[in-house]
């Protein structure tokens, strides 16, 4: 799947996309908001949890940039 075609798909589809064929690498926490980062073929997905309201409220997808920064200080 390329990143492309994985943007054209709905929350819900992405959600159960990642959570199939995805590979989780690393998590990044703050106050607010909890990032879980996983890799599917080519590019990586975001999925942004707020645990206030207890749900996913975006699913981010990139290939590369300044989106791994958050995680490189763990690798």
């Known amino acids: 799947m390329t990143l492309y075609e994985f943007n054209r798909l709905t929350l819900e589809e992405k959600q159960a996309k990642f959570w199939d ?14 990032i879980n980062c996983y890799a599917i073929d080519k590019c990586f997905v975001e ?10 409220t975006e699913v981010r997808s990139f290939k590369y940039g300044h989106s791994l920064d958050k995680y490189s200080a763990k690798f």
């Open 21 to 34: 064929k995805g590979i989780f690498l690393d998590n990044y926490i703050t106050k607010d908001i909890r």
């Open 47 to 56: 999925d942004v949890y707020d645990a206030e309201h207890n749900n996913i």
